[in-house]
């Protein structure tokens, strides 16, 4: 059964896996396919809309998505190596017991790495690139739409972090990309905001060419996202009392 919205969550997943994922995927079919269903099923895991111990249904993943079971399959295999999934002999695949510090971890790494690059682009952004890191920034204050400003989210840290040069931290950073939620605009609506209100301490830390300033406000950015999130996971009962005991039958759509 389709939820409200879901076409859109779909659409947006799509467009992240074609216009964002191919950076970092050699095998761009394949491979897209895959974190087609990756992130699809992982948002609805940190969006609060699959709850530990629910098994999930390959075949109404594959339907959704308009693809075969193979990808999700090996998604599943994906998300069990990140410790999102749990995969239970001759049962299935079924939503891990995910703890607050387990979300906020994810995010706080992801932040570690981020901030890292960014005090080493302190150093090395040229003029133009920070005119380009302003103007993204401004597109984001103008009023678009949640997937287009996931989209410039997405460059703005982007930029920052090709700005290291470092080619074994952009590669890190590829890889936790691939393991964080994306969709966070759609679900916390007063996000765009904070995040605005963000990126400026951050551009102006880059202007002033202060690498332990970037790196502290961008480690706090990431910071405040995980605590976003947990708020969000309580408020939907993610953790609730006596939820792990329920069944497992559970599907995903």
Not at 115 to 139: F, V
Not at 230 to 239: D, I, P, T
Request: proline share 3%; with cysteine; glycine share 10%.
């Amino acid at each position: 059964m389709h939820h409200p919205g879901d076409e859109y969550k779909i659409y947006f997943i799509k467009f992240w896996c074609q216009s964002v994922l191919p950076s970092y995927v050699h095998n761009v079919s394949r491979g897209n396919l895959n974190a087609l269903a990756a992130q699809e099923i992982r948002r609805r895991i940190f969006a609060g809309e699959l709850r530990p111990g629910v098994k999930i249904d390959q075949g109404a993943v594959a339907e959704a998505l308009g693809i075969s079971k193979l990808p999700v399959r090996e998604a599943l295999i994906a998300l069990g190596q990140e410790g999102v999934v749990e995969h239970i002999a001759r049962r299935g695949a079924f939503v891990a017991k995910l703890a607050r510090d387990d979300i906020r971890d994810q995010y706080q790494a992801f932040g570690l790495v981020s901030g890292l690059a960014a005090e080493r682009a302190a150093e090395k952004l040229c003029q133009e690139d920070l005119q380009a890191l302003t103007d993204i920034t401004d597109r984001a204050d103008s009023g678009v739409g949640p997937a287009e400003q996931e989209r410039l989210n997405f460059e703005f840290h982007r930029r920052i972090n090709h700005g290291s040069g470092s080619r074994r931290l952009i590669s890190i950073l590829g890889v936790l990309a691939k393991t964080v939620s994306h969709g966070f605009y759609e679900a916390h609506e007063d996000w765009p905001g904070k995040a605005g209100e963000d990126h400026r301490r951050i551009l102006d830390a880059l202007s002033a060419r202060s690498g332990p300033r970037v790196r502290e406000e961008v480690e706090k950015h990431f910071s405040d996202g995980a605590e976003r999130a947990v708020a969000l996971l309580e408020a939907r009962g993610f953790w609730e009392e006596g939820d792990l005991d329920r069944k497992v039958s559970t599907r995903i759509i």
